[in-house]
Every structure is written in structure tokens, then in C-alpha cells.
């Protein structure tokens, strides 16, 4: 049973640039979140998708957006890329009212903005 | 504003003696708690819970403690092994809200020394 998929692993971008991560849910799954977890701080709440509609946002700026498909998988995409979007970009599922019963993350994607 | 904060950015622990690893919050709303551990290059995974109508939980040589009024709880590993070095990220969410998103604290580096 695979867990949750993340691509690419890597990835370095140049300041303004616009970036896609994606992602594809543990199977079961019908929940993605998304955390960005910067060098030596814990993961932060980017936004979460259910039934293809954006549920909750943390307080990150319009340059963050994201997508959700019909088969769950999910999307994340950056525009105007600063220094300060380096950071190791986490995906999570659940399925949706047993969040209690731990998310399931995914390695990340790390991005380095030069 | 960190509404979850882990106190200690590491812990040096002898193989076989117990790890007691620290985690405060501030919203009073938090009702469910969660442990995350995260070995490099890996996402984080999960550990063990607990809720707020409860102040321990046990599984295994893993347990968490929780002190409401002192919004504080801690994790204990008893006896510590040397594969249980990791990152181990404290996080906390309010059940019934859209999706339970994660908040969590900025992580303990637990090295256990054979």
C-alpha cells in the first residue's frame, strides 16, 4: 500500500519564478494538507483540500496556491519565488473526519530559491 | 505567535534510560494532541495521541502525558534505543474545525548514545 507521493524531491528555482509541487494521497485518502517546514522550525499549515475545494488556509500570502483533482491527488504552486520560500514542502492526507487518527506526510519536496 | 512551543531544541539521552521530551501550548481551544517523529529526508510520521478528556496515554514503550491546566504535555520513551534518534515534533489541533489542521511546535533532536 503506498503511502503518500511527493515529486519532485528536489528542486532549485531562481527568485520571481513560479514552481509546482505535487502530490498523491495515501490510497483511501480523500484529504491533503500542506505544510512548509523551513530549516530548523517545525511544520507550517499552508492550506487544505477536500472534495477539490480549499477548506482551511493558514497565513501565507496569494502567491500560494493550490489544487485538488477528482482522483484526490493534489497540487501546490508557488509565483514569484523569494529566498525566503526555500524550504522543505510537506504533503499530508487524511481521510476526512478521522484526521484524529494521524495524517499520513509524504518525504517532501525540497525547494532552494536562488 | 507560537501557539505551540517546544522548549528544549535537543536531548542527549543514554541508550536504555528514559527520554522525557517537553511540549507547552497557548490556544485553550487545542483538544487533541499528536507526536510526530522525523528521521532526515523523511516526513514526518506518527506516533502516538491523546485527547483532551484524558492525561495519559500509553503504547508500547511510548506515553504521553497531558496537564490541562498547565497546557503542557510531555513524552516519555522508556528505555530509549538508539534507533529512536530523530526529530520528534510536538503538534496540537481543534477537533470539529474544518479538517483539523496541525500546529507544531519547532521540533526536539533526541540522540541516544549506545
Known amino acids: 500500500d503506498a503511502g503518500v507521493t511527493q515529486s519532485p524531491t528536489h528542486l532549485i528555482k531562481t527568485r520571481g519564478q513560479q514552481v509546482t509541487l505535487r502530490c498523491s494521497p495515501k490510497?483511501?485518502?480523500?484529504?491533503v494538507s500542506w505544510y512548509q517546514q523551513a530549516l530548523g522550525q517545525g511544520p507550517q499549515f499552508i492550506f487544505q483540500?477536500?472534495?477539490?475545494?480549499?477548506?482551511q488556509r493558514g497565513n501565507f500570502p496569494d502567491r500560494f496556491s493550490g489544487h485538488q483533482f477528482p482522483n484526490y491527488s493534489s497540487e501546490l504552486n508557488v509565483n514569484a519565488l523569494l529566498l525566503g520560500d526555500s524550504a522543505l514542502y510537506l504533503c499530508?492526507?487524511?481521510?476526512?473526519?478521522?484526521?484524529?487518527?494521524?495524517?499520513?506526510f509524504g518525504s517532501g519536496t525540497r525547494l532552494t530559491v536562488v | 505567535d507560537q501557539q505551540v512551543k517546544q522548549n528544549s531544541p535537543s536531548l542527549s539521552v543514554q541508550e536504555g534510560r528514559i527520554s522525557i521530551l517537553n511540549c507547552d501550548y497557548t490556544?485553550?481551544?487545542?483538544?487533541?494532541f499528536l507526536w510526530y517523529k522525523k528521521y532526515p529526508a523523511e516526513g514526518p510520521t506518527f506516533l502516538i495521541s491523546?485527547?483532551?478528556?484524558?492525561d495519559k496515554n500509553e503504547d508500547g514503550r511510548f506515553t504521553v502525558f497531558l496537564n490541562k491546566s498547565a497546557k503542557h504535555l510531555s513524552l516519555h520513551i522508556v528505555p530509549s534505543q538508539p534507533g529512536d534518534s530523530a526529530v520528534y515534533f510536538c503538534?496540537?489541533?481543534?477537533?470539529?474545525?474544518?479538517?483539523?489542521?496541525?500546529?507544531f511546535g519547532g521540533g526536539t533532536r533526541v540522540l541516544v548514545k549506545p
Open positions: 503538534a496540537a489541533s481543534v477537533t470539529g474545525a474544518a479538517g483539523n489542521k496541525l500546529t
Open positions: 490556544n485553550s481551544m487545542f483538544d487533541y
Open positions: 483540500y477536500y472534495e477539490e475545494e480549499e477548506r
Open positions: 499530508a492526507s487524511s481521510l476526512s473526519g478521522a484526521e484524529n487518527y494521524g495524517y499520513t
Open positions: 491523546i485527547s483532551s478528556i484524558k
Open positions: 490510497s483511501g485518502h480523500d484529504t
